[in-house]
């Protein structure tokens, strides 16, 4: 009788995955009005076996004129990171993309993610300025989420005065039975430094993606 004898050869165990990571955006499009900021939330997942630094850096896309950041820039394990992406009133609209870059160097490893951003151009409004006026006063009003930005430029655009250092009012009302806020957003500008000696043409920008009404006071 003749016995075949099978030998079966058993694969050869294979090496563990590498450690690594993952990086991600929660809500990874955002849009805003020119001069608001876009946050990110950033998610960095460790592998069991990793343990490793890994470096945080924005490496493209961040608007024209504006620092972007990471903070914190650095992870030791799985946590998140706040990406802020800032934009100025004169912020082109369009839609960009930004990324960012986390590497480790032992081991080496690097993974990218992108998020986009959307910019809606501000509201342009005239204000007529008559000789002797000190003071311009904006008020916006919406209804629900945002954030306001306003911006008051003179002739030709000069001078340009921010909301920085004006004297700037915040406040929500809540009618009857809803939770749903109404903001009062209402910025005072001394424009004392620059008081026409005749009837000039200024101009208010609103940054504001919701739907919104402006009210202008000059006196």
Do not use: K
């Not at 075949?4 to 050869?12: F, G, I, M, R, T």
């Not at 990571?21 to 608001?36: E, N, R």
């Not at 490793?52 to 924005?58: E, F, G, K, W």
């Not at 916006?140 to 003179?154: D, E, K, P, Q, Y």
């Amino acid at each position: 009788m003749l016995v075949l004898l099978q030998h079966s050869q058993e694969p050869p165990d294979q090496p563990p995955p590498p450690s690594d990571f993952t990086i991600t955006a929660t809500t990874p499009s955002q849009t805003v009005g020119a001069g608001a900021t876009a946050s990110y939330t950033l998610t960095i997942t460790y592998s069991s076996t990793l343990t490793a630094t890994v470096n945080l850096a924005v490496t493209s896309g961040c608007p024209s004129g504006v620092s972007c950041t990471v903070g914190p820039n650095s992870v030791s394990g799985s946590g998140t990171a706040m990406l802020n992406v800032p934009t100025l009133i004169t912020t082109p609209s369009g839609t960009t993309s930004v990324t960012v870059t986390a590497s480790s160097s032992s081991p080496s490893l690097s993974h990218m993610v992108t998020v986009q951003l959307t910019v809606t151009g501000p509201g342009s409004y005239a204000a007529i300025v008559h000789a002797g006026v000190t003071q311009v006063v904006v008020t916006v009003t919406w209804t629900g989420s945002g954030t306001g930005s306003v911006t008051l430029a003179g002739p030709g655009g000069t001078p340009t005065l921010s909301e920085s250092g004006q004297v700037v009012y915040d406040r929500l009302t809540y009618a009857s039975g809803s939770s749903t806020p109404t903001n009062i957003h209402r910025v005072t500008f001394n424009i004392s430094s620059y008081s026409p000696t005749s009837v000039q043409t200024w101009t208010v920008l609103v940054s504001l993606s919701a739907s919104y009404t402006v009210t202008i006071e000059v006196s």
